[in-house]
């Protein structure tokens, strides 16, 4: 019993943490309709610029003020953010918005590299709060107590803020509709930087607090930000309150969690935030959310079939290709290979995400469970590689069909965070469950059979993989299947009209898309010939998001060109330079700003728009129906 | 007659404590015109949806060529040879003319759809429905670049692909110029004739309503007041109250000029 009770006082310390991140992030979306991937960033910020202040700092007040001075500081970097980039991107698509702060994300991983070195930091104790309290016999820390009575203050604070200024009322209005705010004449741009500074000092203050219950650390962002995710769509996007009963449940969740069931307890959350959005698809206390952000399908313009003579190109292209062996040595071929497997990778979501309209920020986990199946099938039951390509995409098949039950029953930004989550799923039980997966170990010795052992051999095997599946994908675009995805994805009210099902439509695509995504996690796990639980982590769902942005998300196959530019880009990257991620994340953040329609679709639509006008000589402007009868 | 297109016996539907529609009931028979007028807020658009399948019905009867529909989706609906058209007209923007027909014929191909192209299969036929609606000349225009008024003559087109018994037009001229008005419910009216198509349809442009409609119905805060021929409708009192107002505010006004005087 006594247990129970220290369990349950540590569940609430959790939950108090867990609030002061996850409301930040809440506020910021309720009035901006940003989803704030970075917000783990700076959570981490806070904690190590707090590090670095109490070190200096002596005492009781100087650990205060350390602590508060930190959260201040970082909430004033947020500010400068979000005057820099958000301003500018708070009209493109969720994805993008997504994209860009998690391209910020990579680049403060790297400058915390930089500044405070690669190793783990202990805080120091908080004065006074130390030592340890017993309750029922058992000793619960003094800090704990603290903070279990923190979250409380801090979300009756927030409440007074939000109901009794001037300033919460306007925070509030906009929340409900920020249009009408702007039309009464409140500068929009102040309040928004205001609630995102807020919201950033919420998330600052919450990992500075952190530092004295366990060590600052270079996961801190990306382990804190899947919760706070959790925790936001369950409480509720944008709602406060709706974040603290959340986050109570969470922590609650894994406290006990791990007691009852130690294996899973990772995954135990992601099942109750999967199931909470089916029934309640926008959470506690949120409501619908009408982002009024254009859809894909509106900047689209008609997709063709290949003429004769792109056919042509396509097929030089191919042969070219195929001719590479000839030029390339072991290395090149097997960086080739890898190019190729990312074609199939990125293509599989672009399917999803330009002929879809649906942004999966979770693709690792069908790419992964590809993987994870081909190099079971060889180490369990020793299949040989031929059938163990054809396990890999059915594993892929059969998490899309699980995990796209509950997907396609959300759609926009609720979507894009149950994918992550799904993802995020994937690798908990890769990592955790090492009797099977081998966890942090992986699984080793996956080699390809005899006949495709050879460098040019392996090449060949995902040239033919890539050509069938982007042909393949082609085709689908132009079937009746993919005309009503299209439909559904343009107006779903029309599409529904004329007898197209949307769920069963997006269900049939996010199956097609997994199990071509299981196909290159099968040749990815040969090609290296072993699979680690990273192929299934969030920048793995990144790299393709990428690949595909930068192809162009209104084209059928561009991303077949972001993945060759991708990969060999940060391949490149990797040996050139040791600040990596810093360079990707402002390579992203750049990529969103000036090419919001991706690098080909920008191009094309640069070059089609004169085009067209020498085309259409002067004086035909847009076609209008004009029958002959009843006219003048 | 029980050989009605469209039976609806007691429709209501209300929003917290708000009666958006009450106590409706009316047939509509094949090839007919039937007109659904009312104010703003009437009730009009309520009753499409929930005729259409995209509100749930609150209270009531909805039978179509016999058939209860209650609790069946849009697509259900669509099934049972049902087209419509949306007060904002809704079309795929990212596809041509005639692909946005194509799709109709597409969603009645049956099983998952991945062999063939669509638009090889369904050619001929979409451009039979744009012919019949006059849009010919525009079929590998994008959707994008069409005026108004030619989007929602696509929606018809879409509409009529589906060879429908009955036809649910959700102001189908709004937003259109006068001319185009006018041509879009003469043409919608020959073609009803010619197929034997029972038209429902709200309108505010009173010329278009009196030009076409066989019969028409008066709703007003969610209530039927009137129903008939149209110069019978006309003519009633209630209506015009409804339409031109009591004129108590006038009447109030002058007593209070006679008062001064």
């Not at chain 1, 915390?112 to 058992?138: E, F, K, N, S, Y």
Request: a neutral charge; charged letters at 15%; proline letters at 4%.
């Amino acid at each position: 019993m006594a247990l129970y009770v220290v369990q349950f006082l540590t569940g609430l310390a959790n939950a108090s943490s867990l609030f002061l991140a996850a409301c930040g992030l809440s506020v910021i979306f309720g009035v901006t309709r940003i989803v704030n991937f970075a917000h783990g960033a700076f959570y981490m910020l806070g904690a190590y610029v707090a590090y670095s202040l109490t070190q200096r700092l002596e005492g009781g007040l100087g650990f205060w003020a350390g602590i508060l001075v930190a959260a201040a500081v970082v909430a004033l970097v947020g500010a400068l953010l979000e005057m820099s980039l958000l301003r500018r991107i708070y009209r493109a698509p969720e994805l993008f918005q997504l994209l860009a702060t998690f391209g910020v994300t990579l680049m403060v991983e790297d400058l915390v590299h930089l500044i405070w070195g690669p190793q783990d930091l202990v805080g120091p104790r908080a004065p006074g709060l130390d030592g340890a309290v017993t309750v029922l016999g058992l000793p619960v820390p003094t800090y704990d107590l603290l903070l279990i009575v923190l979250g409380p203050l801090v979300l009756g604070a927030l409440w007074l803020l939000m109901h009794r200024t001037r300033w919460g009322v306007l925070v509030r209005a906009a929340t409900e509709d920020r249009d009408m705010v702007a039309a009464l004449g409140v500068n929009q741009k102040w309040l928004f930087t205001g609630v995102f500074t807020l919201g950033i000092f919420l998330a600052a203050f919450g990992g500075a607090l952190q530092i004295p219950r366990t060590a600052v650390t270079h996961q801190m962002d990306l382990s804190i930000i899947a919760e706070v995710f959790v925790v936001v769509v369950i409480g509720g996007l944008g709602s406060i309150t709706g974040a603290f009963l959340a986050a109570v449940l969470i922590a609650e969740l894994n406290a006990f969690g791990i007691l009852v069931l130690p294996g899973i307890s990772l995954v135990l959350m992601f099942l109750v935030m999967a199931v909470v959005l089916v029934i309640r698809p926008w959470g506690f206390l949120g409501k619908p959310i009408q982002t009024g952000v254009k859809t894909i399908g509106e900047a689209t313009r008609p997709w063709r079939p290949w003429s004769p003579a792109t056919s042509v190109l396509v097929a030089a292209a191919i042969l070219l290709a195929a001719l590479m062996p000839l030029l390339l040595g072991s290395y090149g071929l097997s960086v080739g290979a890898q190019i190729l497997i990312a074609v199939v990778f990125a293509v599989s979501l672009q399917f999803q995400m330009s002929t879809g309209g649906l942004d999966s920020f979770g693709h690792a986990a069908y790419f992964g469970l590809g993987a994870y199946g081909a190099a079971l099938a060889v180490e369990w039951s020793g299949l040989p590689m031929e059938a163990a390509l054809l396990v890999g995409p059915l594993a892929g098949l059969a998490g899309a069909l699980v995990f796209g039950w509950f997907c396609v029953r959300l759609s926009g930004v609720y979507f894009a965070m149950l994918t992550l989550a799904f993802a995020q799923i994937t690798w908990s039980v890769a990592f955790q469950w090492v009797e099977v997966t081998g966890g942090d170990n992986g699984i080793l010795g996956v080699w390809p059979s005899d006949w495709a052992s050879s460098p040019a051999a392996f090449y060949w095997l995902t040239l033919a993989v890539a050509v069938v599946c982007v042909l393949v994908l082609r085709h689908l675009v132009f079937s009746p299947f993919g005309y009503r995805l299209r439909a559904v994805r343009d107006s779903t009210v029309r599409a529904e009209a004329i007898g197209i099902s949307r769920q069963r439509t997006q269900y049939v695509a996010f199956a097609v898309s997994g199990t071509a995504a299981g196909l290159a996690g099968a040749l990815f796990a040969f090609l290296k010939g072993s699979i680690f639980p990273d192929v299934l982590s969030i920048p793995t769902s990144i790299d393709a998001l990428v690949m595909v942005l930068l192809g162009g998300v209104a084209t059928v196959s561009g991303s077949v060109v972001g993945a060759i530019v991708y990969t060999m880009a940060s391949i490149w990257l990797m040996s050139a330079t040791d600040l990596s991620r810093l360079v990707l994340g402002a390579v992203i953040v750049f990529l969103v700003v000036a090419f919001p329609q991706g690098i080909v679709g920008s191009l094309a639509g640069l070059v089609a728009g004169p085009l067209e006008r020498w085309r259409r000589p002067a004086g035909a402007a847009r076609p209008v129906a004009l029958p002959a009868e009843g006219r003048q | 007659m029980t050989n009605a297109l469209l039976e609806v016996e007691h429709l209501s539907k209300s929003y917290g404590g708000v009666h958006a529609v009450e106590d409706v009931s009316f047939r509509l028979f094949a090839g007919e015109m039937l007109a659904l007028i009312g104010p703003n807020g009437a009730g009009k658009s309520t009753c499409f949806n929930m005729v259409g399948g995209q509100i749930p019905v609150g209270a009531g009867r909805i039978r179509i060529t016999g058939r209860d529909t209650i609790g069946l989706s849009p697509r259900q609906i669509f099934r049972l040879g049902v087209g419509r058209t949306f007060q904002v007209a809704q079309v795929f923007k990212s596809m041509t003319v005639r692909e946005n027909v194509e799709t109709v014929f597409a969603s009645r191909d049956g099983g998952l759809g991945f062999l063939g192209r669509a638009g090889s299969a369904h050619r001929t036929a979409a451009e039979e429905v744009l012919a019949l609606t006059g849009m010919a000349e525009f079929a590998k225009r994008p959707c994008a670049d069409m005026a108004y008024g030619d989007v929602k003559r696509l929606e018809l087109a879409m509409a009529l692909a589906n060879d429908p018994k009955l036809l649910l037009m959700d102001e189908p001229a709004a937003g259109m110029a006068p001319l185009e008005r006018v041509e879009l419910m003469a043409l919608t009216a020959r073609i009803a004739r010619e197929r034997q198509i029972g038209v429902l349809f709200t309108e505010h442009d009173m010329d278009v309503v009196f030009a076409h409609a066989d019969r028409m119905m008066v709703l007003n805060r969610g209530r039927l007041i009137a129903e008939g021929a149209p110069e019978t409708v006309r003519r009633d009192p209630q209506v015009r109250a409804v339409y031109l107002g009591e004129g108590l505010v006038y009447d109030q006004a002058a007593a209070a000029r006679r008062a001064d005087a």
